[in-house]
């Protein structure tokens, strides 16, 4: 077992306090070090527009005793995501060339640290491996649906809760005759859940505040219909932003879930117009 704060008593092993938003690498820049989150939280982010590095998202969130650039170990290569202090917080560093001395001095304690790291890659494919499993699994029961009911899209979405790890999902459903407007369809977090509230929205674009959402964490995921025709699921989380995992089930899902609401509209209108014929 890895006792991180013996670590700490060892010269090669150097700390480093961050002050908030400050950064402890940035994308493209080199070194060759192994990190250890010894306090706070510290933020994975990478930039929307590489070629002008402009618009840094956050990807994820690194928690206390997590161990990251390990691959700098082996190598010298530019780092491909910068972090960044999301609050004042501490980190254990060591040099891979450090890192052999210290294996010649303390060969037991280098191994415990090699099997930790070991550990929590084999921790974040498996949680990589699920997500994906479950994805698919979601995705099969869409396709697989010959009931396109409200109950069954609803029971989909609290599906998608699980697996995501979402505090709530809201669902919105264009208004077919307002444009600009949206019906609330769907709250997970509300006790009925089901809901007809109106909004209105500006500029064709989905704006948080006209849905008075106050979470800081949350990803919206546009559901394409028909050209220029959007339906959406905003996802929302407590504590901490989502993963880029879970944010690529989001867009795997999207696929599968437009293509359901599809099927809906399809058959509507299907019903609409043979209502019509028998007039």
Known sequence: MLDIKKLETFSEFKKRTLEKKEYLFKEWE???????????????????????????????????????????????????????????????????????????????????????????????LNLSNSLLTATYKISEEIINLTDYSYKNIFKIIDNIQKITDSSEIIFLEENPVLKQYFTIKYKTSTKWKMTDEVIKISDNKLNLLELKVNWRYNHIQELKIWENNYWYLIFIKDKADFSENEKKVFTILSSSFSWLLKQKKLLKEQLNKEYLKNI
């Open 30 to 124: 080199k070194d060759n070090n192994i990190y250890i989150l010894l306090a706070w939280e510290l933020e994975i982010l990478k930039y929307a527009d590489k070629r002008n590095k402009k618009e840094e998202k956050q990807i994820a969130i690194l928690k206390k005793n997590e161990v990251f650039w390990e691959a700098s170990l082996n190598n010298n290569l530019e780092k491909q995501v910068s972090i960044k202090a999301k609050i004042k917080s501490q980190v254990l560093f060591i040099n891979s060339q450090d890192l052999e001395k210290f294996n010649k001095k303390e060969p037991e304690i280098t191994l415990n640290l090699l099997k930790y790291i070991i550990f929590l890659s084999n921790q974040r």
